[in-house]
């Protein structure tokens, strides 16, 4: 019996687009284009916006630079691209405690962006009125964990896309997740201040 | 757990999608990182050596301003290493924005110096604290035939830094007219590989021993001379006419030249 030739016709995976990249690098763009707002706005999310534009940027410029490095069993080049985003990020570790410091002192009663300077705009009021105690909560866990629960909760990554993003083990993921749900129990269980009473 | 996630979803609120602007900007640095490998890709399979001086001991490098003696003067000026009283400059200075167009566009991630480059650019008693040199306003050329080179802005003079490591500073008012070059001298008297940068809308023209000439390609602001045994002599002619040559430079120190060199 002859041999049966295979037709690609849906989009091409990540992985089969990153391969071949190595003969033709201009095909990365297509990376980047499938890609390039989801890593944005997790960035924005997390330093702001102004900064977002240029770590997004660099993100897609390192991955380019380092695609030899790009798993191919990856189907999906997501993990990949949250990881060096995430590294990019611990270069400014201040920016994201700068936000979420002004997110803390978010004034609800007035609906005034505190942070406009970085340009980031909370969704709705309702979310305002927590969001004190949610920043304080973040604050209060450390980087580390900081990437671990965002890149789940932001960035909807699965455990294993985690434990392959930031280059750590699945158990180290859960295990972490783990101590997270501890520190958030205590600072978000705790009851409101009265002056967060009086928004809500 | 899942209502503090459920909270933790909640406040990551509705960021905007990413303005035009910030697709702008990524897509053309990433366009450029990729025109830059394709460039290298092309000429690493064009049968083209221009890569000839990395197979070479080559001398860390002769600081070469198009205004021949700018080496010398280092020596005779004893002031000419002191730090810029002004200390690094915050913005590349206007003169030097005006004439070149690198300098022009929004810096990017690419742009950023290698680390080598800052700490040799920065190092007390170099050129680079001199002219008030700042490493984090520096920008990426890359060459015709692919080779990087990064311009490094500076309160008086600016500096370029080269692929293999070598560095070349002047003033920017001899900067802005003359561009500024860097020459990698191989020690065992192979011909220099020479790297440059011109000012816009100004063309390079090389001239060998036997008096021809070529214009030499330039890529944005960038342009490279690769191993020509014939050069002579460097002329670039700016937008206005006027020329400003150069010899093209000369051998290593003999005290730096490869002893296997000797013929």
Known sequence: MGGVGTIETGPSTDARLVERTVDRPEEFSAIFERHFAAIHRFLARRVGNVRADDLAAQTFLTAFERRARFDPAADSARPWLFGIAVNLMHNDRRAERRLLRALMRLDATTERDPVGELELVPARLDASRDSARVASALLALDQDQRDVLLLHAWADLSYPEIASALEIPVGTVRSRLSRIRETLSTVLDEPSTPSEKEHS | ?263
């Open chain 2, 1 to 263: 757990m899942t209502d503090q996630l459920t909270m933790i979803r909640h406040f990551r609120g509705e960021v905007a999608e990413p303005a035009e602007d910030a697709w702008t900007i990524a897509r053309d640095a990433l366009e450029r990182a990729i025109e830059a490998e394709r460039t290298q890709h092309r000429v690493r399979h064009g049968g083209r050596r221009v890569r000839k001086h990395r197979h070479l001991i080559a001398i860390a490098l002769l600081v070469a301003a198009l205004s021949a003696g700018i080496a010398a003067a280092a020596i005779v000026l004893p002031d000419l290493t002191a730090p810029a009283p002004g200390g690094p400059a915050t913005a590349p200075p206007r003169e030097l924005v005006e004439a070149f167009a690198v300098l022009r566009g929004a810096r990017h991630g690419a742009d950023a110096l290698p680390q080598a480059g800052a700490s040799a650019l920065t190092t007390q008693g170099s050129f680079g604290p001199h002219y008030g040199v700042n490493p984090r306003l520096s920008r990426l050329l890359i060459t015709p035939d692919g080779q990087k080179l990064w311009l490094v802005p500076g309160r008086d003079g600016s500096c370029i830094y080269g692929p293999d490591g070598g560095s070349a500073c002047a003033a920017n008012a001899s900067i802005v007219l003359e561009g500024l070059m860097l020459a990698l001298v191989p020690v065992d008297g192979a011909a220099p590989t020479i790297t440059g940068i011109a000012p816009d809308n100004a063309t390079v023209t090389t001239t060998d021993k036997d008096g021809s000439s070529h214009l030499i390609p330039l890529h944005g602001n960038a342009y490279t001379v690769s191993g020509d045994p014939h050069l002579a002599r460097f002329t670039i002619r700016d937008i206005d006419g006027r020329e400003f040559a150069s010899q093209a430079p000369g051998p290593p120190p003999a005290k730096l030249a490869s002893p296997t060199s000797s013929r």
